[in-house]
């Protein structure tokens, strides 16, 4: 059976509402919405991306049966927070994912409760965008600050993603590589890898994300939850892109990044923060995890830029492969609709400097 969210990825509303960047970086949809067949050709992020999220979705869906007991097995809690510019209330949900680890058997955070609304007019609003501009336009290929598109912030840290698991899981697996360090997490979103970490006891975690509203989220979890000392974990805005201004948090023994991977632009971010990671510290730690797959070239940048930093630096670079597994009945957010989705992925993880 066809799920809701493949027929929602088919369709965008277009043009027939309303929508403006609100304060906190979300695009508000206010009247109300036609719904219109998208074309599936042409270049740019919203379709390359939304087929993505129709294959992951595709993989092999557990029985209706399996889902129930799923469900059953989980106690979710809400609560309401206040986003601090627009002074909009917004619920949240929590969700327990189970890392099955002896160390760590399973960590809450704090998810947008209708994250539907916020998503899909991203979508349209970048829909709008691409019948508005050419696809070189710098709106598609930078963060050029002179750009005249308006800024719209990604909503996908409002929710968990499988690669958030798989960090979680690799950091019980390889815990000298957190005990008493310090960790810096990129695109942290609601803060799986983030809590991993400081409850496996890293000495700080300096959690970044560009979205405000998701690291407002990520607090909260790291406020409800008694394993984590206080002061351990502490929040900061970065932007990937911003590498002039912007520069990686000191000191950093790990560098995480869970599952930011999901296009080209932001894939080759993380290969130039990584090489800046390197250049600094030469024994630094770097675990990156992918349940998107979005970005074959990846693997291959990331050595070339890391292989560069060694040269220049006189040291020595082993080349690194992803490790690839499936992970099954990952549950999580429906994303572009407000129901959970459970489904089996493929996450790919490598480690760099173990
Ligand atoms: C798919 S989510 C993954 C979140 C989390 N790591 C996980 O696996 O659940 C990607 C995250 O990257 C963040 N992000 C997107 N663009 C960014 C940028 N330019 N700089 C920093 N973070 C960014 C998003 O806000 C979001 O939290």
Same mark, same amino acid.
């Given at each position: 059976?066809?799920?809701?969210?493949?027929?929602?990825?088919?369709?965008?509303?277009?043009?027939?509402?309303?929508?403006?960047?609100?304060?906190?970086?979300?695009?508000?949809?206010?009247?109300?919405?036609?719904?219109?067949?998208?074309?599936?050709?042409?270049? +740019?992020?919203?379709?390359?991306?939304?087929?993505?999220?129709?294959?992951?979705?595709?993989?092999?869906?557990?029985?209706?049966?399996?889902?129930? $007991?799923?469900?059953?097995?989980?106690?979710?809690?809400?609560?309401?927070?206040?986003?601090?510019?627009?002074?909009?209330?917004?619920?949240?949900?929590?969700?327990? /994912?189970?890392?099955?680890?002896?160390? /760590?058997?399973?960590?809450?955070?704090?998810? &947008?409760?209708?994250?539907?609304?916020?998503?899909?007019?991203?979508?349209?609003?970048?829909?709008?965008?691409?019948?508005?501009?050419?696809?070189?336009?710098?709106?598609?290929?930078?963060?050029?600050?002179?750009?005249?598109?308006?800024?719209?912030?990604?909503?996908?840290?409002?929710?968990? &993603?499988?690669?958030?698991?798989?960090?979680?899981?690799? /950091?019980?697996?390889?815990?000298?590589?957190?005990? +008493?360090?310090?960790?810096?997490?990129? +695109?942290?979103?609601?803060?799986?890898?983030?809590?991993?970490?400081?409850?496996?006891?890293?000495?700080?975690?300096?959690?970044?994300?560009?979205?405000?509203?998701?690291?407002?989220?990520?607090?909260?979890?790291?406020?409800?939850?008694?394993?984590?000392?206080?002061?351990?974990? $502490?929040?900061?805005?970065?932007?990937?892109?911003?590498?002039?201004?912007?520069?990686?948090?000191?000191?950093?023994?790990?560098?995480?990044?869970?599952?930011?991977?999901?296009?080209?632009?932001?894939?080759?971010?993380?290969?130039?923060?990584?090489?800046?990671?390197?250049?600094?510290?030469?024994?630094?730690?770097?675990?990156?995890?992918?349940?998107?797959?979005?970005?074959?070239?990846?693997?291959?940048?990331?050595?070339?830029?890391?292989?560069?930093?060694?040269?220049?630096? +006189?040291?020595?670079?082993?080349?690194?492969? &992803?490790?690839?597994?499936?992970?099954?009945?990952?549950?999580?957010?429906?994303?572009?609709?407000?129901?959970?989705?459970?489904?089996?992925?493929?996450?790919?993880?490598? &480690?760099?400097?173990?």
């Amino acid at each position: 059976m066809k799920r809701p969210l493949l027929l929602t990825l088919s369709v965008s509303c277009l043009l027939a509402f309303r929508r403006h960047p609100s304060a906190d970086g979300f695009v508000v949809a206010t009247t109300t919405k036609t719904t219109t067949t998208t074309t599936t050709t042409g270049s +740019g992020t919203i379709l390359y991306s939304s087929r993505r999220f129709a294959t992951i979705l595709k993989d092999t869906p557990l029985s209706p049966q399996q889902q129930q $007991q799923q469900q059953q097995q989980c106690f979710r809690k809400e609560r309401t927070i206040r986003l601090p510019k627009s002074g909009r209330e917004v619920t949240l949900i929590s969700r327990t /994912l189970p890392i099955d680890s002896n160390l /760590l058997q399973n960590i809450t955070v704090w998810e &947008w409760k209708n994250p539907s609304e916020v998503v899909n007019a991203y979508w349209d609003a970048q829909t709008h965008q691409m019948t508005t501009m050419t696809a070189s336009s710098s709106a598609f290929t930078s963060k050029d600050p002179s750009s005249n598109a308006p800024s719209l912030l990604d909503p996908f840290g409002l929710m968990t &993603w499988p690669g958030s698991v798989k960090a979680a899981q690799e /950091l019980c697996r390889h815990i000298d590589a957190v005990q +008493g360090r310090h960790v810096v997490v990129l +695109g942290a979103g609601v803060g799986v890898e983030t809590q991993a970490a400081s409850i496996l006891g890293a000495k700080q975690v300096i959690s970044t994300d560009i979205h405000p509203t998701t690291l407002q989220q990520l607090q909260v979890g790291i406020d409800q939850e008694p394993r984590i000392p206080s002061d351990v974990v $502490q929040t900061q805005i970065l932007d990937l892109f911003a590498i002039d201004h912007q520069p990686l948090p000191t000191p950093c023994d790990l560098l995480v990044a869970a599952d930011v991977l999901y296009n080209e632009q932001l894939a080759k971010q993380i290969c130039r923060r990584c090489a800046e990671a390197y250049r600094r510290n030469p024994k630094i730690q770097l675990l990156i995890t992918d349940s998107q797959r979005f970005v074959p070239t990846f693997i291959e940048d990331l050595n070339t830029a890391l292989e560069a930093v060694a040269v220049a630096e +006189g040291r020595n670079f082993e080349k690194v492969d &992803w490790h690839v597994e499936t992970m099954e009945g990952f549950t999580g957010s429906g994303v572009m609709i407000d129901d959970d989705q459970m489904y089996n992925v493929k996450v790919q993880h490598v &480690w760099i400097g173990l």
